[in-house]
């Protein structure tokens, strides 16, 4: 099952590196999505996949010892979807400003940080 | 963005999100839930109305209740880290209170995990709330 | 002890609350703190005296072995008596000074954490310790040296002084850190022990040389000793305090506390005197020549800072005992004489002493202060200057092997000085002719009682010295050499060598003050022909010259186009990963094809043909959609793989994504097709090496050999000690509830940033 999934995070890293190439602002910011989703798919994968058993603890009466999916990367891509979507807002708001400000949308004129 | 199925949908959707975000929260520590999708969805809760409405019906709050309930959040969470040391020594160390119910044959379980939670609720509604609500302000909504 | 440490720092924060009624006493008040300190200490002398230490230890971050271990010893004793005894006098001598200055509070909050970390300093039995309390040290006096920081000079001279003492503060930490590891522990009890298996280690050679930079640097000695005339930009109290009488003598008794443990070997011996010998010359020479008056005593000190080094490396027990008692003499004598230039200065609007002069007729209570510091700075009975002098000729004398020349350096330092001496107190005090810009005055009472005490404590203890060699010179000795010896301290030693050296001594400082008016042109010409190397500036130089190099490649490789930067970093990292995918031979993992689920499939073709969509759209509008599609199909593939909790915060979070860019796009530019088709296809082609990459490693990522993964204790631990089923609430909320601590806090700031951004023109 892996390899399905393998592929498709080497789409999404395609898309993403390919998007932060480009010299439009929007299309950067795009590419930053898809590389955090990417990512997180990666951790995901990375602790193996387990089906239909979800990271939840024994019940008093069951008596065998079941194999659940493991909750760390779990925790650890929860968070890191939140903050994906902090960092998003926070270069959406970044990338608007700065097209108000200078009024340029191509990233290859963002080459100072004074104002000259 | 003026819609009216949305302004009617948000009339009987925000108390909804707000009751289901409560439910998941609490639920959280034993079943799929917590501070974080119930943040999320009591955020929606918040902008979903602003969202269907036109500018100028958007009542300028006086309060700045996202800095209220980031920094209520942030406070929360802090507290109860810090609950840890005195106790312990540990800072975050969990910390419980079991509490009996008397009608129904169940403990009621309350502790710093929880109080921690209820932080990173109130803190992800903030961060939504406010984040939304300067953009709005900024593109002057319509 | 550890009481006294937090009493000063809490004094620190406390002078800042004390209500406006009591601000005129609020020196007084202050100097309470360390006043008490110092009494206690001193009723400790009779504990010490049975058990020989007084010490606490607590634990602190013993897994690099940094432990909250102070000791009071008999040389901490010293060090710490001189700390809150001279310091209680500086407070209520700087509350007078302060007046009329800006921001005195902060100058209060500045002294007393210096002064806590100096008591910390001496106190400390760790040396991981020491060294915070050292580099607070170095801090603190930045910020008294920068009190003044509108002007453009005492700028510099503080970034100086911090530079300067911090570039040593880390040589000697690398030292103790190798220290460390030699020996294993940081307690410096327990070096002591090793002290032969350390001396004999290879190491010993690079750690003696980078610990010396530490206190050579902290206690200016020859070539870094530059940054202490630059620190006289300083208010007086804080020259008179920390770059007289305490913070320049850090080296020093850093010094002689490691001597049981580096000392004694050829290596000590010669480094040490070599560089003492040079900085006590140098200092007491340059001293000759200058025209301010606290220059003058600038130089001086380093001069007898470079005394207290040479004596220190001679390393007898004489030598040692010599140090000790003329660390108290210069502390005594040299924070008077600064307190007093201080006065003159307040008094008269100068410090130049070509300007000054009659000032005994027109201030006499600080006359008689000043000059019976300077008699002990001279070296002259019956003050406790005479004896130090008379004990470090004696340790001259016996040096071992170079005695010759130590003893000859010290004669001619000791004539410049009683020369100096006798010109300071002619000139400023006696000369008939007066130029200063006000006329002078007798000083308030809280100008002349701390230098007075002090001065006359010199006086007191050079004619009843058996008190002090009894009860503090001998413990603190025996901290030092192992051996103990009897210490008879005297004012009269007989008619012997020594005493001709001084009657000698006299003689000349005497003489060569009669020449002055011929010597001192002569020097100052010498000077400009040999010595005209500012070492100062040629620091700032140095400084420049980073700087400008470091603009020079910045501009090269900071080119500033985004794009070019991060195909640097993609291609760097792909073709490092290939390289290592390719070695380890990733495509002979076992992925057997059966297992393949259908709905995965058919999600994986959604999410191939969403991507695609975004990436080829020329609308914005239909990108983000698509986009869209893709978050949703991840979040189906949490949910057949059992992440509940997952796949609902995805599903919301895409949602909040669509509709926050919902809102903005309108407002953002359309796309535009700014690269060329071969740009394009270049960009192309970097993507998929990376995607490729990256799928290798998701391959790979399932079959690397781990120990027991963390999450078992988890799973296992979840209800029993979480007290919840939902294990991955668990671990956000309890087991990892720090990292969901900073992860919140990230979420903060990141909404923070947002609202300044947007707010940024309207205020």
Redesign the interface.
């Known amino acids: 099952?892996?390899?399905?999934?393998?592929?498709?995070?080497?789409?999404?890293?395609?898309?993403?590196?390919?998007?932060?190439?480009?010299?439009?602002?929007?299309?950067l910011i795009?590419g930053i999505?898809?590389l955090s989703?990417?990512t997180?798919?990666?951790i995901?994968?990375?602790?193996?996949?387990?089906?239909?058993?979800?990271?939840?603890?024994?019940k008093a009466g069951e008596e065998t010892a079941r194999q659940?999916?493991?909750?760390?990367p779990?925790?650890l891509?929860?968070?890191a979807?939140?903050?994906?979507?902090?960092?998003?807002?926070?270069t959406?708001?970044?990338?608007?400003?700065y097209?108000q400000k200078t009024g340029t949308?191509?990233?290859?004129q963002?080459?100072?940080t004074d104002q000259s | 963005m003026s819609s009216v199925i949305l302004k009617m949908a948000s009339i009987v959707l925000r108390p909804l999100f707000w009751v289901i975000s409560i439910w998941l929260l609490l639920r959280g520590h034993?079943?799929?839930g917590g501070g974080?999708i119930g943040g999320?969805i009591a955020g929606s809760a918040l902008i979903i109305g602003p969202l269907s409405r036109e500018a100028e019906e958007i009542k300028l709050e006086k309060k700045n209740y996202p800095l209220l309930f980031l920094s209520g959040g942030m406070i929360l969470i802090l507290l109860s880290a810090a609950l840890g040391l005195f106790t312990s020594d540990l800072m975050l160390e969990g910390l419980w209170m079991k509490i009996p119910l008397p009608l129904v044959d169940a403990t009621l379980k309350l502790g710093t995990p929880l109080m921690f939670d209820v932080g990173v609720y109130l803190t992800?509604i903030g961060?939504i709330y406010f984040?939304f609500n300067s953009?709005m302000e900024e593109w002057q909504w319509k | 002890m550890e009481l006294s440490i937090g009493i000063l720092f809490a004094a620190a924060v406390l002078s800042l609350s004390i209500p406006s009624r009591l601000r005129p006493l609020k020196g007084w008040i202050l100097s309470l703190f360390p006043l008490g300190i110092f009494i206690f200490l001193l009723t400790t002398i009779p504990e010490l005296q049975n058990n020989g230490v007084l010490e606490t230890n607590r634990s602190w971050m013993p897994g690099i072995g940094l432990n909250l271990h102070l000791l009071l010893d008999g040389l901490s004793l010293i060090f710490a008596l001189l700390i809150t005894g001279i310091g209680s006098f500086i407070l209520i001598y700087a509350h007078q000074y302060m007046q009329g200055y800006a921001h005195t509070n902060r100058f209060y909050v500045y002294l007393l954490v210096f002064m806590g970390s100096m008591l910390g300093l001496v106190l400390s039995a760790n040396l991981l310790l020491l060294f915070i309390f050292w580099e607070l040290t170095g801090i603190s006096s930045f910020l008294l040296i920068g009190f003044k920081h509108k002007e453009e000079n005492v700028r510099q001279s503080a970034i100086q002084a911090l530079l300067v003492t911090a570039f040593g503060g880390l040589m000697m930490l690398s030292g103790f850190v190798m220290l460390g590891l030699v020996s294993g522990t940081y307690e410096i009890n327990q070096m002591i022990g090793q002290s032969s298996s350390i001396i004999n280690h290879g190491w010993y050679l690079p750690i003696l040389i980078l610990i010396l930079g530490g206190a050579f640097s902290k206690s200016a000695q020859f070539p870094f000793h530059f940054w202490l005339p630059g620190a006289m930009q300083a208010p007086s109290p804080v020259s008179a305090f920390l770059h007289s009488a305490t913070m320049v003598k850090a080296g020093i008794y850093l010094m002689a506390r490691l001597n049981p443990v580096l000392g004694n070997t050829m290596e000590w011996q010669t480094i040490i005197p070599l560089i003492g010998g040079a900085t006590m010359l140098i200092g007491a020479y340059l001293a000759l020549t200058q025209k301010d008056l606290k220059a003058i005593l600038a130089y001086t000190t380093i001069s007898a800072l470079g005394t207290l080094m040479l004596l220190i490396g001679i390393d007898t027990e004489l030598s040692m005992k010599a140090a000790l008692i003329y660390l108290i003499v210069h502390a005594l004598y040299k924070g008077t004489l600064f307190m007093v230039a201080g006065s003159i200065d307040k008094k008269t609007g100068t410090r130049n002493i070509d300007l000054l002069g009659t000032l005994a007729y027109r201030m006499p209570i600080t006359t008689v202060v000043a000059l019976l510091a300077l008699l002990s700075m001279a070296g002259l009975p019956p003050m406790l200057g005479f004896i130090g002098k008379e004990i470090i000729y004696e340790a001259n004398i016996q040096t071992p092997n170079v005695a010759g020349i130590v003893t000859t350096l010290g004669v001619i330092s000791n004539i410049f000085m009683v020369w100096v001496s006798i010109f300071i107190g002619y000139r400023v005090f006696f000369r008939k002719s007066y130029q200063g810009y006000k006329t002078p005055s007798e000083t308030s009472f809280h100008f002349w009682i701390g230098p007075g005490i002090l001065a006359l404590g010199g006086l007191i203890l050079g004619l009843f010295p058996y008190q002090l060699g009894e009860n503090i010179i001998q413990p603190a000795l025996g901290v030092i050499q192992a051996e103990q010896l009897d210490i008879k301290l005297k004012l009269w030693h007989g008619f012997n060598r020594v005493f001709l050296l001084s009657m000698f001594t006299l003689l000349g400082g005497v003489a060569l003050f009669l020449l002055r008016h011929q010597l001192i042109p002569f020097f100052r010409r010498v000077n400009k022909k040999f010595f005209d190397v500012r070492f100062s500036d040629m620091f700032t130089g140095f400084i420049d010259g980073i700087m400008a190099f470091a603009k020079g490649h910045t501009k090269v490789i900071q080119?500033?186009?985004?794009?070019f930067y991060?195909?640097v970093i993609?291609l760097v990292v792909a073709a490092m990963g290939w390289f290592q995918l390719i070695n380890t031979r990733f495509w002979e993992i076992e992925?057997p094809?059966q297992?393949?689920?259908v709905y995965?499939?058919l999600i994986?073709l959604v999410?191939?043909v969403a991507?695609l969509f975004?990436?080829l759209s020329r609308s914005?509008l239909t990108?983000?959609i698509s986009?869209g599609v893709?978050?949703y199909g991840?979040a189906l593939?949490?949910l057949?793989?059992?992440?509940?909790?997952?796949a609902i915060?995805?599903l919301l979070?895409e949602t909040?994504?669509v509709v926050?860019?919902v809102l903005?796009?309108f407002?953002?530019?359309r796309?535009?097709s700014?690269?060329s088709r071969a740009s394009k296809l270049r960009?192309?082609g970097?993507?998929?090496i990376?995607?490729?990459f990256?799928?290798?490693?998701?391959?790979k990522?399932?079959h690397l050999e781990l120990k027991e993964?963390?999450?078992d204790f988890?799973?296992k631990n979840?209800?029993g000690k979480g007290f919840?089923?939902?294990?991955?609430n668990v671990?956000?909320v309890d087991f990892?509830a720090l990292?969901?601590l900073g992860?919140v806090t990230?979420?903060m700031i990141?909404?923070l940033?947002?609202v300044a951004?947007?707010k940024?023109d309207r205020s």
Do not use: C, W
């Open positions: 099952m892996e390899i399905t999934l393998s592929i498709v995070i080497g789409v999404l890293y395609t898309a993403g590196v390919y998007l932060l190439l480009r010299r439009s602002l929007v299309k795009l999505i898809f989703n990417a997180n798919l990666l995901f994968l990375s602790a193996g996949l387990t089906k239909g058993e979800p990271a939840f603890a024994q659940v999916a493991d909750p760390l779990q925790a891509v929860l968070t979807i939140v903050i994906g979507f902090g960092i998003v807002a926070f959406l708001a970044l990338k608007y400003k097209h949308y191509d990233l290859d963002v080459k100072q | 034993n079943h799929p974080f999320l992800v961060f984040i953009m | 080119h500033g186009y985004q794009r991060l195909m993609f992925m094809v297992q393949v689920s995965t499939v994986a999410i191939t991507t975004t990436l914005r990108a983000i986009m893709v978050g991840i593939i949490y057949i793989y059992s992440a509940v909790d997952l915060t995805q979070v909040l994504t926050i860019f903005v796009i407002k953002l530019p796309f535009a700014l690269s960009d192309a970097i993507a998929l990376v995607g490729g990256m799928t290798g490693i998701a391959m990522a399932k993964p963390i999450s988890f799973v979840a209800p919840g089923d939902n294990i991955v671990i956000l990892r990292d969901t992860e990230v979420l990141a909404a940033g947002v951004l947007l940024i």
